[in-house]
Nanobody
Framework: QVQLVESGGGLVQVGGSLRLSCAASGRTISGTPMGWFRQAPGKEREFVAAISRSGSSASYADSVKGRFTMSRDNAKNTVYLQMNSLKPEDTAVYYC????????????????WGQGTQVTVTS
């Protein structure tokens, strides 16, 4: 089974940028659709972005569309989330996950999850 480890989170000012990484080990993710989710304290886990097996297509939640970009490097067995123009409401723990189908948005459609990385945006 594949294992996923997120990194790149931290503290950033409003309007700043961060790039999150999700490194896979154990098995290749080159043929696997992937996604990013986030969860703030007291809130449900919410969909952020998803990417197809090849990286040719991606989808985004309305709240991050135009600001976040998901990408993948299958040679490095890694997926990324570039976050620009960050807002305080982006503060959350961010998780990457392996999907069963391409570009799905429901947590139940993902079967492997990373441990999460904290993103904090200050105003």
């Amino acid at each position: 089974q594949v294992q996923l480890v997120e990194s790149g989170g931290g503290l950033v000012q409003v309007g700043g940028s961060l790039r999150l990484s999700c490194a896979a080990s154990g098995r290749t993710i080159s043929g696997t659709p992937m996604g990013w989710f986030r969860q703030a304290p007291g809130k449900e886990r919410e969909f952020v972005a998803a990417i197809s097996r090849s990286g040719s297509s991606a989808s985004y939640a309305d709240s991050v569309k135009g600001r976040f970009t998901m990408s993948r490097d299958n040679a490095k067995n890694t997926v990324y989330l570039q976050m620009n123009s960050l807002k305080p409401e982006d503060t959350a723990v961010y998780y990457c996950a392996k999907a069963q189908w391409s570009l799905v948005t429901r947590p139940d459609d993902y079967d492997v999850w990373g441990q999460g990385t904290q993103v904090t945006v200050t105003s």
